[in-house]
Every structure is written in structure tokens, then in C-alpha cells.
């Protein structure tokens, strides 16, 4: 199946335009970018209405339904115990504003939790739906679209948030924020070892060098750093793909487009530093993921999104870091646009008061509430400006939308990425080139999409 392209660019625009705007929430005329870095500027827009998204245009919702003593469960992943506790703490004040009694399940496997809880024919009320996953449960037929009038000032909704949700012209479910990924480091260890935060894929290389101190085993003991921290895998790998002016697939995702010299040149860069050691994968170091190896000090830098400051801040409060725009490739700049929206199941047992909450959660109220929260971008324009002006120092994250790609693709291609996961191990630990993983991906890709 094809999907047609979606257009992350717009990402953000408003949402400099809004800053720069003395009215909250107007349309964006203009765009330029403050810089670039990981999503939320640069791109005018002129409607607010996504192509094809079928939701109601109108301000209000429509009227709730009583919501008192209704049982109501909310089911999502989580990056840290600060993630659980800011949804926990805005989901009991939707209990406490409406009677209802809700309540937010992290599961620890999501997606084998929620592939079963909708097999049974018992799913939770309300549950997170990431975009690269959204094509495979609308298409499946499991996701119940957004009614007309359910959600107050749809419009209000980035246009391209709302079409990263939306399937075959149907939208499904409203986002809950989005992120992107920059550059994070420890400023005094940087300072300490006389060195300048990277710009270039040539300073970036020479930085890790610098900063690696021991081996492998000295660094999983505390007794050295490496580098650079980062998970073995496609949403990170991928942004020196767009770096180097290539991506996995044409914009329209219908075929794959690792075949050539740019790719070729990305991906070598990547495997050449872990070879030599500056960059490390979390798990060889005896960290779950980069936000951990990074908080224990066992790199000096990260390629991570926004989730990872409230990890730090609840997990180390101690740690002194800073976040900068990752550094440009041969083609320029480039990172990726992630975001999660909450889904509620076709067929769900009390859809009105699913529908309620969700609208809950999303309106400019709540999306203000939780990503002041939990230090994520929100998906309204209305409130960006506010989010803007009390996280100055997370501006690197909001600058890079100008050039921010979708994590998105189409029905089937999880088994894509899979084979490039697999095969991107296999480039670290030495069973695996880099041609094997394009040649591979190449045939798995044609597969799903001819």
C-alpha cells in the first residue's frame, strides 16, 4: 500500500510565528527559522485544516457526558518514573474535575499488552497510538475515528500533527505532543577537555575522540566515558541518513532508497565511530538505554528527544546538561519528528466518556498542563507560545522542525525497520557491512511495499 507524503516542515512554523506574535494561537504568515535542531519552526501556515481529516471544525465540543463514578483506564509506555508521575498527576485531576475514576497503566511490553488486550475484545479505554504504528492498526480496523464535535478547536491542532494521525483520509486520534531529537551533553566535561560543542559531522568525530577515555569495559565499570551514547537502531541512525541529504524511502513510501553513494557515506560515518570507540551502545556499557549511559556519566554526549530532561531531572537531578542542534552532515541539517496520540478502540465498551477523557487530555488546558509537565512540545498552537517562552533553554529542540522528518511510514513496514535494526547490530559487533544492511533493507522494503 502507498501512502500519500506527509509534510513534517509544517511542523512548527506556527509555532515561531507564534512566539514572535503578541497574539496567542494566530496563524503563521511568516517563517523563519531560529535555527534548527528538533521540531517546531519555519514553515508558514495559512489553514489550519489538515487534509482530509474528517474532524468537526467547530470551537466546542461537543456536551460530556456525566462522567461520575465512570472507570476509565489510560494505557501507555514510558521513558521514566517522571513521565508516569506528571500523566498520573493530570489524569487524577480529570478525576477530580469530573467524578470519574481514571488512571493511567504503564506497560512495561505495550505492545504485546495492547495487541492482546484488542485481540480479546477487551481494550483499555483510552491508549497511546504511535505514528509509525497508526497505519497498521487503522488499516487492521481497530481504531475508532474522531467523531465530529468530540474534540474542542480541532483546528487549533498543528495541520501536520493531525495528518501524521490520519489514514486513508480518516483521523483518528488527536496527538498528545511531539518531540524531536538534538544533541545533549555534559557542558563541563566538554569544558574540561577544551572542547567546543559540534557543528559538523567532522567535529562531531573529532569531540567523541577527544572525549572517550577507556575502553568498553572501563566505561561499564564507571571508570571511563565514551563519547557519544546511542541506541543501535533506526530512529537514531536515520537522521545522518538526512544529514547526508538521503532517507530510508522516497517521500511517498514507495521505495527504498539506500542504494547509493549518500547513504553509503552516512552509514560507514556511523559504524566508523563505533568501531573506534566513541560511540557506544548503551547496553554494552550496562545501561537500559542512552538516557541512563548519559545520567551515570559514562558519555559526554547523546542524541536523544525532549522525554530525556525529565528523566534527567528525576533520575539525576545532580547532572549538569545542555541541549544543542545535532551537527550537519554533507546535505545539511536533519533530525526526526516523533509524536504519540491517544486512541480509543472501535468498538469500545463507553466511547463518549473514552472520548471525553481524550478531550480532556488534548484540549489547550491539558496539553499546556502536561508538556509543561513533562518538558514535550505541544500540539496546540494556541499555547505554543507560552511553552516557548518557559523553556528557553530546550530551544534546540524546538529550532530543528524546519527540517524534522516524519517517523512514519505505511502498513507492514515495521518488519522494514527490523531487518535494519538487526542488521545495524550486526555493523557494530562485526558480523555485518554496510552494504549487507543495504542490500538487506533494500530487498525487506521491496517486499513490503510491491
Known sequence: MKRSKWIMFLLVLALTAAACSSTSGSEATTTTATGSGASSTTQATTTTTAAGSGASSTTEATPKPSLEGVDLTLWGWSSSDAENSALSDLVAQFSADTGANAEFQAQAEFDVALQAALASGAPPDVFYVDSFKLPDLADAGVLAPVPDGALSDPDDIYPSLRNAFTFNGTWYCPPKDFSTLALVYDPDVLAAAGVDVPTTWDE??????????????????????????????????????????????????????????????????????????????????????????????????????????????????????????????????????????????????????????????????GSLAWTNAFNVMPARKSVSADWIASHPDLNAFVAGSAYAHRWGFVPGFNDVVGVFNENAEGIVDGSASVDDLITKVTQAGEDVLH
Not at 216 to 223: K, M, N, Q, R, S
Not at 284 to 289: E, K, M, P, Q, S
Not at 305 to 322: E, H, R, S, T
Not at 345 to 356: H, L
Open 204 to 365: 562531531l568525530e573529532a569531540a567523541a575522540a577527544t572525549l572517550t577515555t577507556g575502553d568498553v569495559a572501563a566505561i561499564a565499570a564507571g571508570d571511563a566515558q565514551a563519547g557519544l551514547t546511542m541506541g543501535v537502531e533506526y530512529p537514531r541512525w536515520g537522521v545522518f541518513l538526512f544529514q547526508a541529504g538521503v532517507a530510508l524511502t522516497d517521500d511517498a513510501v514507495t521505495k527504498i532508497t539506500l542504494d547509493n553513494d549518500a547513504a553509503r557515506t552516512a552509514l560507514q560515518f556511523v559504524a566508523d565511530q563505533y568501531a573506534a570507540g566513541s560511540f557506544i551502545k548503551p547496553q554494552a556499557v550496562d545501561a537500559g538505554w542512552a538516557g541512563e549511559a548519559f545520567g551515570q556519566g559514562k558519555a559526554a554526549m547523546t542524541i536523544e528527544g525532549n522525554w530525556i530532561v525529565g528523566y534527567l531531572q528525576d533520575a539525576f537531578p545532580d547532572k549538569n546538561f545542555a541541549v544543542a542542534e545535532l551537527p550537519a552532515g554533507p546535505a545539511g541539517m536533519g533530525t526526526f519528528a516523533f509524536t504519540v496520540c491517544y486512541g480509543v478502540a472501535e468498538g469500545a465498551k463507553n466511547p463518549d466518556a473514552s472520548w471525553a477523557f481524550v478531550e480532556y487530555l488534548t484540549n489547550a488546558k
